[in-house]
């Protein structure tokens, strides 16, 4: 089928790619555009701005005579318009770049500009969102340019064979070749991100409709004491805001509730099932927790205290009643994560291990775990707190094992005593001759702390000023007046816990189940 093209198909043939080249550039118009909009989280989709703009700017004659011929298929119907339109006015301009460049070109433009106009003039809409439109029109030029150039190069070859470098049937095939290919992942992209940010979008609306119940049984009111009037130092409760957040997820799921079930299965004598709508009608209780992670360096951040909201996993584990010799629930998220937990902590009538649905008054963040996750007072993070969960496995140590355990680090994860000084910061600078205020915070959630003591340049240890706690799950802070000589200071802290045990000095990493070592900051006095 290489033979010679007639005069014809050199005519004919041409206006028609050039017409399939508009469309395929409209087609990565909208892939580079709706993946940009992925990556806003959603936003700023021309598809969706466009389609609103239209829907709001059409008369209400034209919105009834949609409604009346369409019914509730009227934005199927409205969507497929915007389509055949689309495609014609890209068509018409892949032939007009053919004939009179760069009049399509301007003509993607001119509709990127419309757009444009579309996606900013969305109420909400913040400053990013134009960026997927500008950068799909850039694709859609680039695209234009770049097929239209073979196309001619193709025609050439047709025309005048022996003045061509390559056959015309090579050109044909390598113009063929990249139309479809870059129409094909255009297509694949565009639809994936699509379907990608209205799941995100439709996460985040069901969040916002969420009110959640109040607490059956509320904890006790946080005491006034709990929070030291010191600058600098972590505030008792962590606003969700500057919670630390750690997981394996490249993207965080979006989980629906009305699509989150949670299966509580293995060993156990009945398999019990719980919808978000039946989990939201039990009793909630409120806890203030302590919540870190073992990767956690001494003096580091990564630890939060909330108020959770949540119903006892010990309630849920007894309907489900486990068997012979489990010992381990083995958690599981939606993406795959798991953690193993001990059967007895969860059991356990003094634990309050929590499936919870709220963090400091609202619904969990998407990030830290939104519609469900699990909190357990005194255990990692990697071991207990899993986010979108949506499976507990009864089991035994012996035959499962929880994410990170088969990557180095510890089957058991309790969270060890340490202690944290916020203020002042390492390297910083203090008047010297002046009381300044060192703070900071000391935590075995579960255990508790009942003592924090200080030393400064190896002198002897000072006992600090605790603040006072909602419970032994919580971290307290801690404050100690020192006024300093000038010159430069090291100053070391280290905490004794409810149970008489002292911060060990001995300095241990963070794998295989927790840093340990006594945090010490560097300041000079002046
Ligand atoms: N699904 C899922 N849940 C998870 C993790 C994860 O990677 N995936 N990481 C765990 C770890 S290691 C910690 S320390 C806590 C952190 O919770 P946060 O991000 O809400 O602070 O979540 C736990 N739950
Ligand atoms: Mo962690």
Sequence with gaps: MSSQPTTASTTRHPTLSAAGVGLVSAAAFLGIAEFGALLLGGAGSPLVAVGSAVIDLAPAGAKDLMVALFGTG???ALFALMTVIVAAVSAGAGVLERARPPFGALVFAAGGVLALLAVTTRSGSGTLDGAPTVVGVAAAIIVLRLLLQRLRRWEAAAQVPSAAPRPASTERRAFLVWGVATAAVAVVVGGASRLGSSAMQAAAAARRAIRLPAAATAAPAVPAGASLDVDGISPYITPNADFYRIDTALRVPNVDPADWSLRIHGAVEREVTLTWDELLALPLEEHVATLSCVSNEVGGDLIGTARWLGYPIRELLARARPTGDADMVLSRSIDGFSAGTPLDVLQDDGTAALLAVGMNGEPLPTEHGFPVRMVVPGLYGYVS????????????????QGY?????????????????IDTPRAGSTVTAGKAV????????PHTGVKGVQVRVDGGDWQQATLADSASADTWRQWVLRWTPDSGSHRIEVRATSADGEVQTSVERPPAPNGATGWHTVEVSAR
């Design 404 to 420: 990170w355990t088969p990557r180095g680090w510890s089957e058991r994860g309790p969270v060890k005593l340490e202690s944290r």
């Design 385 to 400: 707190a899993t986010k979108w969960v949506t499976e507990l496995e009864v089991t035994r140590f012996a035959d499962a």
């Design 437 to 444: 205020a060192i703070a900071g915070v000391a935590w075995q």
């Design 74 to 76: 009227d934005k199927v």
